[in-house]
């Protein structure tokens, strides 16, 4: 007979709360079913990153203040430092690692390399994010603050560099590859 210690009743006891505390989360993450058992507080970024072992999304500010952890949610851009994992249930979320089809860079990330829109690469994926996320809302007609007249259908055509710039505001780079971000997202949306 094992001999019970005293407090391992309580731990027993606690674990079992905290073992009711989780959530399962079913979601549809690149194009694939998966399922996540996270606590209910459980941030989008700690359940790719941590539960879910895909690392290209990153946690840079973990306040929603630079963009480096955006990923698609039902195809619009989200700051997944933001979002709890446990409002996503069937959700299809799409992070880098899900752009490339059959061994194919997405356009906007050839388009980086091209124009050299990285130096230490940390705000990258979240700016490609962002830039393809960009590119279907202006495609979509939807207007930004730098539009000049919102009152008017937005194109594609009518994506200056002035709205791209805009519209990428949210993405933070901190070697100031900016004019190299604008070129290479200007590239991906005239090749769309």
């Known amino acids: 007979m094992q001999k019970i210690e005293p407090g391992d009743a309580e731990m027993t006891e606690r674990q079992k709360q905290d073992d009711a505390a989780l959530v399962t989360v079913n979601l549809i993450l690149n194009n ?7 606590e209910p507080r459980t941030t989008l970024l700690d ?13 840079a500010c973990d306040r929603g203040e630079c ?41 906007l990330q050839s388009a980086f390399i091209e124009h050299d829109g990285f130096q230490c690469g940390f705000c990258t994926a979240g700016q490609i994010m962002s830039g393809v996320a960009m590119i279907e809302e ?21 994506l200056s560099r002035a709205e791209i710039r805009e519209r990428m505001s949210g993405n933070l780079c901190r070697c100031a590859c900016y004019p190299n971000i604008v070129d290479a997202v200007a590239e991906a949306a005239a090749r769309s």
């Open 32 to 38: 694939q079913p998966r399922t996540v058992t996270v």
């Open 47 to 59: 359940a790719l990153r941590e539960k879910l072992s895909l690392t290209g999304t990153k946690k």
């Open 67 to 107: 963009g480096a952890c955006t990923v698609h949610v039902e195809g619009r851009r989200v700051l997944s430092c933001m979002t709890l994992v446990a409002m996503q249930e069937g959700k299809n979320i799409t992070t880098i690692e899900g752009l490339e089809q059959n061994g194919k860079l997405h356009p």
């Open 138 to 158: 202006a495609k979509a007609g939807w207007p930004s603050a730098a539009t000049a007249d919102p009152r008017r259908p937005f194109a594609l055509a009518d």
